[in-house]
């Protein structure tokens, strides 16, 4: 079926014809896009980049493309488009959000930061760009441990917003960070009970771990990592069972890469269900893509001044990286 250069509608047009045109406008705009690991398998499919978030900022850095199309969450488009204020970003739904960066507004982690003034400040990347204009080094689950690591010993430092990220570094670092009060609500969620039910059902397995989930889930793991990590250790594991508690959009790249090796998402505690999907990530559509491609909106724009702000410790960042 031919799309004729129009806007489409959910389930009007099958995955291989949206495919095709998503290719065709690709070349004919001159577009390239970036997937996060938890997108749909057919977002992943079709992009020519995935990876986490350290990765997708390097990679947008780089790029020649006139046009970014940014499959993932708002604060990933605002990164994209801080590092290459010269192209045209877009993102499939502008309704694509983040729990853990809602659950640091900039007004009141100003305030915070302001009463510790002795304090080096250290953001996750998994913010607004307005947190990150208040802060001196922004870090990703890849190299939080690494940088962390990296600072003189007496720092003193603010780590925002993940709770239980910030918890993990304190534990493996020796630390004492000072830490802000938030959380995803995807790697909150996962049930210690549902794991270890999934492990007596397959004792051989092993636990894969998010450093965002809480400390109670990580004490499971066999493997700490980000969604990068642990997708390179399943690859490397003479293991062929994995049980892996992190967003279950990372399962299609897992058994992409490892067809011969079983991977079962952990359940989170709220639920029946089998697996655990942050909703913000799922919004995102092969429909919403090519309409994105298409009109080219909605596009990201970000503040000048907080841009100009926000992009020095995210380039401090990939400088240490």
């Known amino acids: 079926m031919n799309v004729e250069n129009k806007k489409v509608k959910e389930g009007e047009h099958s995955a291989a014809c949206l495919k095709q045109e998503i290719e065709r406008l690709k ?78 507004d900039a007004e009141e982690f100003a305030r915070f930061t302001a009463e510790h003034p002795d304090h080096l400040v250290i953001s996750y990347v998994n913010t607004s760009a307005a947190v990150k204009a208040l802060t001196d080094i922004v870090v990703t689950s890849s190299n939080a441990r690494k940088i962390v690591e990296s600072l003189p010993a007496d720092q003193k430092i603010i780590f925002g917003p993940d709770r239980n990220l910030g918890n993990y570094i304190n534990s493996v670092t020796g630390r004492e960070m000072l830490l802000w009060n938030g959380a995803c609500h995807v790697h909150e969620n996962f049930s210690v009970e549902k794991i270890i039910e999934l492990k007596k059902q397959h004792p051989e397995a092993k636990v894969l771990v998010h450093p965002e989930c809480k400390h109670t889930v990580v004490l499971l793991a066999d493997k700490v990592g980000s969604t990068a990590a642990l997708l390179d250790y399943a690859r490397r594991s003479d ?28 359940p989170p ?42 992009v020095r410790p995210i380039r401090r960042m990939l400088e240490m990286s």
């Not at 990679?59 to 204020?85: N, Q, R, S, Y």
């Not at 897992?254 to 991977?263: H, L």
């Not at 697996?275 to 994105?292: D, G, I, R, S, V």
């Open 269 to 310: 505690s709220d639920s029946t269900c089998a697996c655990n999907e942050c909703n913000f990530m799922k919004l995102n559509t092969l429909e919403k893509l090519y309409n994105c491609l298409l009109t080219e909106q909605p596009e990201i724009e970000v503040d000048p001044q907080t841009a100009a702000k926000a």
């Open 27 to 104: 070349k004919e705009k001159n577009a390239v896009i970036l997937a996060h690991y938890y997108q749909i398998g057919d977002i992943q499919d079709v992009a020519d980049y995935i990876g986490d978030s350290l990765a997708l900022a390097q990679i947008a850095e780089k790029l020649t493309a006139d046009i970014i199309v940014l499959c993932g969450v708002h604060f990933m488009g605002e990164t994209a488009k801080i590092l290459c204020p010269e192209k045209k970003v877009l993102v499939p739904d502008a309704e694509a959000g983040c729990s853990l960066a809602d659950s640091c």
């Open 239 to 266: 293991a062929t069972e994995f049980i892996v508690a992190t967003e279950s959009g990372i399962l299609h790249e897992m058994r992409k890469g490892c067809p011969e090796k079983t991977f079962i998402p952990a």
